[in-house]
C-alpha cells in the first residue's frame, strides 16, 4: 500500500520558516516525479514546487527565492524548505508522487502564516 504522509506543518509569523516533509511507503520516492501542492481556503490547488528523479527542481515564482524542495533518497523523504513565509502561503500543503499512469497524494498538513 502506498502512503505519503505529510508532516511539520503549523502557525507560525509573517517572516519565519517552517520545514515540511513527506515521508513515502510503498514506492521508491527516489523514481518518482515528486512535487509539493497547496490549497488556499476558496481556491484552486496549485502546485508550489517539484522535483524530478535527477534532482532538478521548478518553483511557482510567488515562492521562487524563498522555498526549497530537496529530496533524501536514503529517507524516502521530500523536503519543503519554507523561508520568509507570508500570509497569502496560508494553506494545506500536499505532496504528490507522479510516475507514468500512479499518481500519489498525501493526506495534506497545514501551514497558518499570521500575527
Known amino acids: 500500500q502506498v502512503q505519503l504522509v505529510e508532516s511539520g506543518g503549523g502557525v507560525v509569523q509573517p517572516g519565519g520558516s517552517l520545514r515540511l516533509s513527506c515521508a513515502a511507503s510503498g514506492i521508491m520516492s527516489s523514481i518518482y516525479f515528486m512535487g509539493w501542492y497547496r490549497q488556499a481556503p476558496g481556491k484552486q490547488r496549485e502546485l508550489v514546487a517539484t522535483i524530478t528523479s535527477g534532482g532538478i527542481t521548478n518553483y511557482v515564482d510567488s515562492v521562487k527565492g524563498r522555498f526549497t524542495i530537496s529530496r533524501d533518497n536514503a529517507k524516502n523523504t521530500v523536503y519543503l524548505q519554507m523561508d520568509s513565509l507570508k500570509p497569502e502561503d496560508t494553506a494545506v500543503y500536499y505532496c504528490?508522487?507522479?510516475?507514468?499512469?500512479?499518481?500519489?497524494w498525501g493526506q495534506g498538513t497545514q501551514v497558518t502564516v499570521s500575527s
Open positions: 504528490n508522487a507522479k510516475r507514468q499512469f500512479f499518481d500519489y
